[in-house]
């Protein structure tokens, strides 16, 4: 099968051939049609992040995708062949033609996305799922200010807060006020013009750090004792939630079949929505890498400035592609890190893709640095070729 592979920290993306993988009894095989395309796969692959996010190299990226279900293993009773999923994985994988996982990590693909759109949701939604519910107990009646809320993650984050009846607050761009607003904003702060902590005149329940930094800091004079701050980029001072006397953590995604079976059920019903913009085909991976890294702010991975509103997701594919998602403006999409892409993968398109230096298996061009990891949940061989 045709894969991306990274085969060194900081080494650029190599295509070419590797085995397909086999799959165990409790697996199900799955023909990739798209691939989301986010910031974890760089950081993976550059190596920076190795300690906490370590990979077995060579490694193949993409932790989030949608397809179809191709074989199962004897002990699956589940699924069946021909059956439309999506799903993530803590390991990557999904920048092949077939992944193997368990089934406890994909769903049922809603019925009303298409294999780009869907690829594009796993991991921003679960984030936010997880991030304001499981770690941030947000509940009705209770205000929330969410960090980068116009954002992939923040997006999903502002839509699920408003829908379970939460005030929330953002800060975004005065740019992207409007559209933040459209999803359920009660209240926009623009981080350029003003300090959301001398704007706010009264304390919240959660925050829901998706910026880092000083941001993180200046959040905890604006939380209720007692209240949450959850980060997605980096840890949270422990001697800062002790004088404050509130909790204070750092999130690991969990991916699970119920978390996304539950999101699935929100987007068919209309509640939360997608909003890809750019597919790209699975030969011009390295270029949305370049787009994803081009968009990196000095605020850190989640305060990346927008172009484009929304989730900025990509997908790609052998049928299976890259895709962005849609921008407000009708100027060229532009990928945010704390957003996904995702990778549409055609077969057809595989002639001339050893033009692309980026992807040739012999070349070294120089790139960003990158890192990656393997394990359990899902696996693409990155091994030798074939």
Request: proline content about 6%; some cysteine.
């Amino acid at each position: 099968m045709k894969a991306v592979r990274v085969l060194e920290y900081g080494g650029p993306l190599v295509f070419n051939d590797v085995p397909t993988p086999t799959i165990a009894r409790d697996e199900i095989l799955v023909k990739i049609k798209s691939t989301a395309v986010n910031h974890l796969d760089r950081v993976k692959a550059s190596g920076t992040a190795r300690q906490i996010l370590p990979i077995d190299l060579p490694w193949i990226p993409g932790h989030e995708f949608s397809g179809v279900v191709e074989q199962i293993g004897s002990d699956v009773a589940a699924w069946a062949p021909g059956d439309a999923v999506f799903g993530a994985n803590q390991v990557g994988g999904a920048y092949a033609e077939y992944l193997a996982v368990k089934p406890a990590v994909v769903a049922k693909k809603p019925y009303n996305l298409s294999f780009e759109e869907a690829a594009s949701v796993p991991v921003a939604s679960q984030t936010a799922w997880q991030g304001i519910f499981t770690h941030g107990h947000l509940e009705k009646g209770q205000t929330i200010l969410i960090h980068g809320g116009a954002g992939a993650v923040g997006a999903y984050a502002v839509q699920l807060a408003s829908h379970a009846g939460a005030t929330v607050i953002v800060t975004a761009s005065g740019d992207d006020e409007t559209y933040v607003n459209s999803i359920g904003a009660s209240r926009v702060i623009d981080y350029r013009k003003e300090p959301f902590e001398t704007v706010l005149r009264e304390k919240v329940d959660v925050v829901f750090d998706l910026i880092g930094g000083d941001t993180q800091k200046r959040s905890f004079l604006i939380l209720k004792e007692g209240g949450h701050l959850v980060a997605a980029t980096q840890p949270v001072s422990q001697e800062e939630t002790a004088r404050h006397r509130v909790s204070g953590a750092m999130m690991r995604l969990a991916p699970s079949a119920d978390g996304l079976d539950r999101i699935a059920r929100l987007l068919e019903e209309g509640t939360i929505r997608p909003d890809v913009a750019t597919v790209y085909p699975l030969q011009d991976a390295a270029q949305a890498w370049k787009d994803i890294a081009g968009n990196v702010s000095p605020g850190g991975p989640g305060a990346a400035r927008r172009r484009s509103h929304g989730q900025d997701r990509a997908s790609c594919g052998l049928d299976i592609c890259m895709s962005l998602t849609r921008s407000r403006r009708p100027t060229r999409p532009s990928l945010e890190c704390h957003r996904s892409r995702t990778l549409r993968f055609r077969a057809r398109s595989c002639r001339g893709w050893r033009h692309r230096p980026w992807l040739e298996p012999d070349r070294r061009p120089e790139s960003p640095g990158w890192e990656t990891t393997t394990g359990t949940q899902g696996r693409s061989r990155a091994g030798g070729g074939s």
